[in-house]
């Protein structure tokens, strides 16, 4: 399995920006698709945005479209989530998964192989 460890969540006012990292350790890193995934307090985890091996591809939701912007740096095995404009509807945990799946998969969480432990993103009113 892959090691992944967020960082960079925290408390921010209402459209502010935040960036997160996620750094991944124990496998090929350039070799997976890597996701961001969100769960908000009493809802179930969901789908942010996934971004496949090189970078050339990336698949977001409807939420955060033009909002969120996801990229990675294999030769630092990092793969990152900006997140600009934020709302308080975007509090959560932020949590990113690694797959050995195509990008087509890259929804559901079931094809995820190794998960963070999640920051906290809380966005104040």
């Known amino acids: 399995q892959m090691q992944l460890v967020e960082s960079g969540g925290g408390l921010v006012q209402a459209g502010g920006s935040l960036r997160l990292s996620c750094a991944a350790s124990?496998?090929?890193?350039?070799?997976?698709?890597m996701g961001w995934f969100r769960q908000a307090p009493g809802k179930e985890r969901e789908f942010v945005v996934a971004?496949?091996?090189?970078?050339?591809?990336?698949y977001y939701a409807d939420s955060v479209k033009g909002q969120f912007t996801i990229s990675r740096d294999n030769a630092k095995s990092t793969v990152y989530l900006q997140m600009n404009t934020l709302k308080p509807e975007d509090t959560g945990v932020y949590y990113c998964a690694a797959s050995s799946r195509s990008l087509g998969v890259a929804v559901n969480t079931a094809n995820y192989d190794s998960w963070g432990q999640g920051t906290q993103v809380t966005v104040s009113s």
């Open positions: 124990g496998r090929t890193f350039s070799r997976y698709t």
């Open positions: 971004i496949n091996w090189n970078g050339g591809s990336t």
